[in-house]
């Protein structure tokens, strides 16, 4: 051996001359050399721990810890390895990983590039669907709130599976025995394997999009999304985060049918409507036609029934109601005639004409007897005045009488005559003298 | 021309139904009702009337257009 050659390569022979001279590696090449005893060593392991510190980096590589009491390992999943990563890493998830040791030169960080990764006492599988479930019903993708009604009869019916498999042939068929004429459109979809569930929620999407486009009168109001049973790897597609979402935001309202009668998908947790097979999903979402026309018939005779009734009721009110009308009419009139007689009868009685007659002949008779009284008045006042006359001039102080003169009165009445002319043969004369009276005849 | 809905018809018919059933109406109201009770009925026995089937898919067409195609019944389900 040459002196002062170095061998890089061989650490574990000493050097040549370990008294004299020292062996003197650079980093890289220590480096170099763990990188090797590691991974010829720590090939292919299972290590079991605790999660701890995850982080996540922008090109989808995920750094995480697993430790227990006493240590700690660190640990990476590159993207291209994502897919082993079927759950959601949180600290302090219990997990069993497989991969190699190896160090990363750079930082001179040994580290356990992780291959494999599963949860450990729960499949991964399962855990990714307690932690999806979790997620989205705190988000309240789930609640009832949110979950449309049903249209009773819809007039045109959306169907999101696949067009090879089972589903879509009951599901045909039983809406052909219910309803025969129900308008459907189906958007073909994979249901399992790569891609299924991005190809599913495109389906719901679209059908969405293509429903906006339509009129009114023509569009679906329903969707049923199904597929047929299966194994549980068969059907994840239906418990992916994208599907959920876009049953959710789904303005159709969806029936989910996955076609697994006991357990529930993410999908049939958001549904609308979750029905346990795609027969089952065709049956609640539309009523048997017979059914309808039956109802329909029904309330018909009901309506023709009622409303019979109520007209003979009123004819029958209206007959009476005549009835009794010409009735109380009738006598009526009667009673107004009887009325009418006596009113005429008393009316005659009153009948002022004989009143009248009675009245003028009253007056008559007055008049007459008046008339005598006042010329028997007028003779008597006459009288009396005469005899006041013959008195006056008796006892007047020139008492012509003394002087021998007289009054002639002219009988009965009593007059006093002043002309001669007025006396005719076999009048009455009074005279008065100054003492006593002569009564005589005119002859 | 907003179409009524077969549902809502026939809770409309039904109701009419009570109504004349229970009384209490005018010959006036009674008639109106009755009418329009005929005219619900009629419209839903026009919409269970059979018609012609229509399935279809729906697909993109070359330009990436939706598109409806009418199905052939008997490859679905193979």
């Given at each position: 051996?040459?002196?002062?050659?170095?061998?890089?390569?061989?650490?574990?022979?000493?050097?040549?001359?370990?008294?004299?001279?020292?062996?003197?590696?650079?980093?890289?090449?220590?480096?170099?050399?763990?990188?090797?005893?590691?991974?010829?060593?720590?090939?292919?392991?299972?290590?079991?721990?605790?999660?701890?510190?995850?982080?996540?980096?922008?090109?989808?590589?995920?750094?995480?810890?697993?430790?227990?009491?006493?240590?700690?390992?660190?640990?990476?999943?590159?993207?291209?390895?994502?897919?082993?990563?079927?759950?959601?890493?949180?600290?302090?998830?219990?997990?069993?990983?497989?991969?190699?040791?190896?160090?990363?030169?750079k930082r001179g960080e040994?580290?356990?590039?992780?291959?494999?990764?599963?949860?450990?006492?729960?499949?991964?599988?399962?855990?990714?669907?307690?932690?999806?479930?979790?997620?989205?019903?705190?988000?309240?993708?789930?609640?009832?709130?949110?979950?449309?009604?049903?249209?009773?009869?819809?007039?045109?019916?959306?169907?999101?599976?696949?067009?090879?498999?089972?589903?879509?042939?009951?599901?045909?068929?039983?809406?052909?025995?219910?309803?025969?004429?129900?308008?459907?459109?189906?958007?073909?979809?994979?249901?399992?394997?790569?891609?299924?569930?991005?190809?599913?929620?495109?389906?719901?999407?679209?059908?969405?999009?293509?429903?906006?486009?339509?009129?009114?009168?023509?569009?679906?109001?329903?969707?049923?999304?199904?597929?047929?049973?299966?194994?549980?790897?068969?059907?994840?597609?239906?418990?992916?985060?994208?599907?959920?979402?876009?049953?959710?935001?789904?303005?159709?309202?969806?029936?989910?049918?996955?076609?697994?009668?006991?357990?529930?998908?993410?999908?049939?947790?958001?549904?609308?409507?979750?029905?346990?097979?795609?027969?089952?999903?065709?049956?609640l979402v539309i009523p048997e036609k017979e059914d309808l026309r039956e109802k329909t018939a029904d309330l018909s005779g009901a309506l023709a029934r009622s409303f019979l009734e109520i007209s003979l009721s009123f004819q029958e009110s209206i007959d009476d109601l005549a009835r009794r009308l010409k009735l109380s009419m009738e006598n009526a009139v009667k009673l107004n005639a009887g009325k009418f007689d006596s009113a005429g009868k008393k009316l005659a009685l009153l009948n002022p004409e004989a009143l009248i007659q009675r009245h003028k002949k009253e007056i008559a008779d007055k008049a007459q007897q008046a008339r005598i009284r006042l010329e028997h008045f007028l003779k008597l006042k006459q009288a009396e005045f005469s005899g006041i006359a013959a008195q006056l001039f008796s006892l007047s102080p020139l008492n012509i009488l003394g002087r021998g003169y007289s009054i002639t009165f002219k009988m009965p009445e009593g007059a006093i005559i002043k002309d001669a002319g007025l006396i005719k043969a076999g009048d009455t004369l009074k005279t008065k003298l100054h003492k006593g009276e002569i009564l005589s005849k005119v002859t | 021309m907003a179409e009524i809905k077969f549902e809502e018809a026939l809770k409309k018919l039904e109701k009419i139904v009570e109504d004349l059933e229970n009384g209490d109406l005018s010959l006036d109201e009674a008639l109106k009702k009755y009418q329009e009770g005929v005219e619900l009925s009629r419209i839903c026995t026009q919409r269970l009337e059979n018609a012609k089937k229509k399935i279809d898919l729906l697909v993109k067409n070359k330009k990436g257009e939706f598109e409806l195609k009418p199905l052939d019944e008997t490859k679905a389900g193979e």
């Open positions: 051996m040459r002196k002062n050659t170095r061998q890089p390569d061989d650490l574990f022979t000493p050097p040549e001359d370990s008294a004299k001279s020292r062996r003197i590696y650079s980093v890289s090449q220590i480096c170099q050399r763990i990188k090797s005893v590691l991974e010829n060593n720590f090939n292919d392991i299972w290590v079991e721990g605790e999660v701890s510190g995850v982080s996540r980096i922008p090109t989808g590589t995920t750094f995480f810890n697993l430790k227990d009491d006493s240590s700690m390992l660190k640990c990476v999943i590159f993207a291209s390895n994502s897919d082993a990563l079927k759950f959601e890493l949180k600290d302090g998830i219990k997990v069993i990983c497989c991969g190699y040791v190896s160090i990363y030169e040994h580290q356990l590039y992780v291959q494999q990764i599963e949860p450990k006492g729960l499949g991964s599988l399962q855990l990714a669907f307690e932690q999806l479930k979790q997620k989205l019903e705190k988000e309240g993708l789930f609640s009832p709130k949110h979950k449309r009604p049903m249209p009773y009869l819809p007039s045109r019916i959306g169907v999101v599976t696949s067009l090879s498999g089972a589903a879509i042939r009951d599901i045909l068929k039983v809406l052909d025995r219910r309803f025969n004429d129900v308008n459907i459109i189906i958007h073909p979809a994979q249901v399992q394997g790569e891609g299924a569930k991005e190809e599913i929620a495109r389906a719901i999407k679209n059908l969405n999009i293509f429903n906006e486009g339509l009129p009114s009168g023509q569009r679906v109001d329903v969707m049923i999304v199904a597929r047929g049973g299966g194994s549980i790897e068969d059907l994840w597609a239906f418990n992916e985060e994208v599907v959920a979402r876009a049953i959710y935001n789904s303005k159709i309202p969806v029936i989910s049918a996955v076609g697994h009668e006991r357990d529930w998908t993410i999908a049939d947790l958001v549904a609308d409507l979750r029905a346990a097979t795609p027969s089952v999903a065709a049956e | -």
